[in-house]
């Protein structure tokens, strides 16, 4: 028999092999199931921490914002009511939450000036005794990589939460949190690893880059930010909910967008408006009045799918590439009404500035792309 480089050619007898492989347990026993299965099993409730699965169990989901917009402060008010079972920023879960947040920035001394939130939420002394039951908070420095998961699955054991929080999540990355390969070794191999083993949810916090230079204020527009402000592609992917905070030009208005999985947010808009209390001693975040917001909308120069809308004839069409041009001498950018126009075209946008996609009919070639306040009822 002739053997090249360990490989046999003609007959072989591989009876003995196969008791061999018979012995060995393979290195991995897949335990799928069918669509079927899934479809008859339904929504596991149990799983759902926060929306209507903006967050589950053994998921992730992130805030990115810019440094000093008070990151801490929203982390703490969000771990004292989902503490108590209380919707924070327009987020609910379903009952009261064990929640532990490792955290890396703030002092003994931040800490306790943001717990003294809790003399403004408005919560029960029930309510109360349940944060304390419920939240915990672990200050973690010097630790990145493995050694900060070892960290995260001690705290896990220890306190047991639902949600785990991390602020911000660039403190315990090993590595450069741009580039693809660092990410995907931190959060797929080893965090991932560890959320499907506990079957916690995480809710992270990041600092988010520098905009672009000469970059509009609608760079927040949920399609574009995740890409361009947040990190490579890995980082964004293994999220599976996104909300980004952006200051509205120089007023005290913050604009906060859902960029990812909108529906199971529970919000009934992708965009809000939150600002700080006007007492800043409070270190409370409180929604924006309509006036409020006009005022900062004013400041900040940036444009509203209401605004786009009302650029589109009340019958009939306009063509997109006229509608573009419509809305660049509106003061919006190219890449802003693009991006206005996308949100508008959304299933999800509201009625009041929801566009249609309309396919006419072309001699010359490809059907022109047409944008209607109303459905085409004729495609054809």
Known sequence: MRRLRGVAFGPQDFSDNG?????????????????????????TKDHILLGTGFLERGSAVMLGGQSGIGKSSIA????????????????????????????????????????????????????????????????????????????????????KPDILMLNPLSAYHQGDISQNSDNI??????????LDETQVGLFAFHHKTKPPKNAHSHQDAYHDLMYEVLGGSALTNFFRGIITVGAMGESDIF?????????ESGWPLKTQLFKWHQDRDRRIWVHASASEAQEAKAKDGSQSPADLYRLVPATGSIHKAV????????????????????????????????LYLWLLRNTEGAPKKHISRFPHTDQD
Request: aromatic share 8%; glycine share 6%; with cysteine.
């Open 76 to 159: 703490m008010q969000l771990g004292n009511c989902w503490a108590c079972g209380k919707s924070s920023f327009n987020l609910a879960p379903p009952r009261a939450l064990r929640i532990a947040l490792m955290q890396n920035e703030d002092s003994h001394n931040d800490l306790v000036r943001q717990s003294e939130s809790l003399n403004y939420l408005g919560l029960s002394a029930g309510e109360l005794d349940l944060v304390d039951k419920n939240f915990l908070i672990e200050t973690v420095r010097g630790k990145i990589g493995s050694a900060a998961i070892a960290v995260m699955e001690g705290i896990i054991h220890y306190h």
């Open 185 to 194: 070794d931190f959060l797929y191999s080893k965090l991932g690893a560890l």
């Open 255 to 263: 604009k906060f967008t859902v960029a990812k999985r909108f529906t």
């Open 19 to 43: 008791a061999e492989l018979e012995s060995s347990p393979p290195a991995y026993i897949p335990g799928g199931k069918s669509p079927l299965w899934y479809w008859r099993r339904g929504i």
């Open 323 to 354: 509608l573009i041009n419509k809305a660049m001498q509106a003061k919006f950018t190219e890449r802003s009404a693009k991006a206005v126009l996308e949100e508008c075209l959304d299933d999800c946008c509201p009625d009041s500035a929801r």
